[in-house]
Structures are given as C-alpha cells and as structure tokens.
C-alpha cells in the first residue's frame, strides 16, 4: 500500500501562484509515475501533469507553460508548481502515484482562484 499527504492548497487570485506537494509513504518502491490530477464540480477528473520514472513529464494542454511537476526522489515527494493562475484552474486537486501500474490517490486538496 501507498500512503499520499497532499498539502498546499488554498485561495489565490488570478494571476498568482501555488504550490501543491504529495508526500508518498509505505510501499514507495518499483513506483512508476507520480501525478496531479483535477477534478471541478460537474466535470470529470482530469490529468493536470504526470511524471515518470525516468523524469518525463506530461501536461494538459491548459496548464502547459504555467505549471511545473517535478520529484524529489530523496523525499518521495511530487511537487506541482502552479503559475499564473486562471479561474478555470478551481478545482480539487488529486495526487496519484501508480505502482506496479496499480493506482493510489490522495485525499485531495482544493485550490480556489478568483478572478
């Protein structure tokens, strides 16, 4: 089992910056990627970003160029910088870490941008 502590949320206007981090516990080897995903209400999840192993990265085309994922391998810990923040960006934001190509979730943290 994983464990994911999601911290970092918060009300922000528009055109300012947040940083969400996932700290992973537990079972944390043989991990294959570490992501971000957004869920707004009435919409379904959707990828925010994604990172693999190997240090790839995968964006949203909404979020390319204004937000950054990284991990610190060291920590176990994912980072999703927020830039330039735009009210469509409110959402509950979901860690996810897959291991062993099965899927584990954070509890989730909401991130509010007003205009």
């Known amino acids: 089992q994983v464990q994911l502590v999601e911290s970092g949320g918060g009300l922000v206007q528009a055109g300012e910056s947040l940083t969400l981090s996932c700290a992973a516990s537990?079972?944390?080897?043989?991990?294959?990627?570490m992501g971000w995903y957004r869920q707004a209400p009435g919409k379904q999840r959707e990828l925010v970003a994604r990172?693999?192993?190997?240090?790839?990265?995968t964006y949203a085309d909404t979020v390319k160029g204004r937000f950054t994922i990284s991990r610190d391998n060291a920590k176990n810990t994912v980072y999703l910088q927020m830039n330039s923040l735009k009210p469509e960006d409110t959402a509950v934001y979901y860690c996810?870490?897959?291991?062993?190509?099965?899927?584990?979730w954070g509890q989730g943290t909401q991130v509010t941008v007003s205009s």
């Open positions: 996810n870490v897959l291991r062993r190509w099965v899927g584990y």
């Open positions: 990172i693999n192993s190997a240090g790839s990265t």
């Open positions: 537990g079972s944390i080897l043989s991990i294959n990627a």
